[in-house]
């Protein structure tokens, strides 16, 4: 079989369908790529063309009330700065990991209305100038592009409001959670109509929803129903009714949530966070027909490559069965990674999923 581009082998993932190889990605902390440069990585080179990973690209948009960002603290080992969310973060700059948040505008009813009123569909929220520079090459290339939505528990909770302030107005003030969440995702498909009007036509939606962690979920079914199926359903519909895919990345145990999610129209979950208590092989044979998958190869083996060789041997010959994913690890790729360890796993991945 003929090489494919990734636009290609994804198009047939999406369809349940065999490629010439499954397609292979990975996401990698900025502190890893930091030391791939120390190790040879050229500094003008994207890591993921130097590994020979697939191709993708995403759009973007700004939904945030975009408060004003200004650099706090500064030192060798950290930045203390705020987002357009209105969050104060604390970023290690050599060393892998997620923000420390420190505190948040945006703390009741009143503080959120004031950002609402910020949440306008400004043109200007759009990188007009990304897609003229970049689009036409994107689908020369063959890449796979996706649109990128913020919207749901995880960006609410971790990035605007807070995980406690989230959890506790879940069950104390759930219409406030709801109007959250709903105004921001109606302010990306706003923004994200205006793209598309404009003749920048992607292939699939994402989102990030972290809904739980290490054998539990942050809240119940019920309350999933209520307070985040209503805007997950609305975002897979807006894009079926475009012919998009609907992918979604949602860490730690959701596997409760699965039926739910495929009923709403989701076509691909990433990553099936191992540790924390998802199967990648029996959501292959309980789901496999209905939902595709990305991920699912234990990234706690990366520190052990015998271990790691052995786990993609057990599980990316089941995955591939009949299309229906894209190997990547469960998580994201650690600094203890070298440079030569990450080249032996995309080698393995791509002779693995081959379909020759």
Known sequence: MREMTTHERMTRMYGHREADR??????AWPSTVERWRRE???????????FGL??????????SPRFPEQVLEETEEYII???????????????????????????????????????????????????????AK?????????????FGFDVTHSGFIGT???????????????DIITTELELAIDLYEVVWKAGYHFDAIMWPDDMGYKQHQFFSLPMYRQLIKPAHRRAAEWAHARGLKVFL????????????????GVDMLNPLEVKAGMDPIALKKQYGDRLAFQGGINAVNFTDPDALHAEMRRVIPVMKQDGGYVIASDHSVPQSVSLDQFK?????????????
Not at 54 to 63: C, E, K, M, P
Not at 164 to 178: F, H, K, R
Request: glycine letters at 6%; aromatic letters at 12%.
């Open 249 to 264: 990345h949602a860490c730690g145990d959701i596997n409760p949530f699965i039926p739910d999610l495929i009923e709403i």
């Open 40 to 50: 040879g990585l050229p500094e003008n080179v994207a890591w993921q063309e130097f």
């Open 138 to 150: 994107w689908r020369e290339e063959g890449r796979w592009i996706y649109a990128s939505l913020l």
């Open 344 to 356: 032996e796993f995309v080698n393995l991945a791509k002779i693995l999923g081959s379909y020759d």
């Open 81 to 135: 700065s705020t987002s357009p969310w209105g969050a104060t973060r604390k970023c290690w700059k050599h060393a892998g990991g997620v923000p420390e948040f420190l505190r948040f505008e945006v703390t009741d009813r009143d503080t959120w209305l004031r950002a609402k009123a910020r949440m306008k569909p400004d043109p200007d929220r759009i990188d007009w100038a990304q897609l003229r520079r970049d689009f």
């Open 22 to 27: 499954v397609p292979v990605t990975d996401l």
């Open 164 to 178: 406690q302030q989230t959890l506790m107005a879940m069950v104390d003030d759930p219409e406030w959670i709801s």
């Open 54 to 63: 697939d191709r993708f690209a995403s759009i973007t948009v700004d939904n």
